[in-house]
């Protein structure tokens, strides 16, 4: 089985920063892509940055410049480092990955989520 264990979450101010993390572990040959997504109450789950194993990156218009995506490939871990935070970017944000495991499966992975609230 493969696990993710996010962290990073929390409230801060607007025009703050956080800093998210997800771990990836188990039984894994290779993390294809990693990625962070991100659900409002309301609406529908959207994509926010997503990273692939040659580290290209894609991230949404409303975070681009603002949030940074990078990825540990020794750790299978993904991070998340958000600056300039505003109250719409308040949201459960989810890490998922795309992974090939030990057995040669193909499968996509969610974390549990971790809950952003940017308020004054």
């Known amino acids: 089985q493969v696990q993710l264990v996010e962290s990073g979450g929390g409230l801060v101010q607007p025009g703050g920063s956080l800093r998210l993390s997800c771990a990836a572990s188990?039984?894994?040959?290779?993390?294809?892509?990693m990625g962070w997504y991100r659900q409002a109450p309301g609406r529908l789950r959207e994509m926010v940055a997503v990273?692939?194993?040659?580290?290209?990156?894609k991230y949404d218009d409303s975070v681009a410049g603002r949030f940074t995506i990078s990825r540990d490939n020794v750790k299978n871990t993904v991070l998340l480092q958000m600056k300039n935070l505003q109250p719409e970017d308040t949201a459960v944000y989810y890490c998922?990955?795309?992974?090939?495991?030990?057995?040669?499966?193909?499968?996509?992975?969610w974390g549990k989520g971790t809950q952003v609230t940017v308020s004054s």
């Open positions: 990273i692939r194993d040659d580290d290209s990156t």
């Open positions: 188990g039984s894994i040959f290779s993390i294809n892509v």
């Open positions: 998922n990955v795309d992974i090939t495991t030990a057995s040669g499966e193909w499968k996509i992975i």
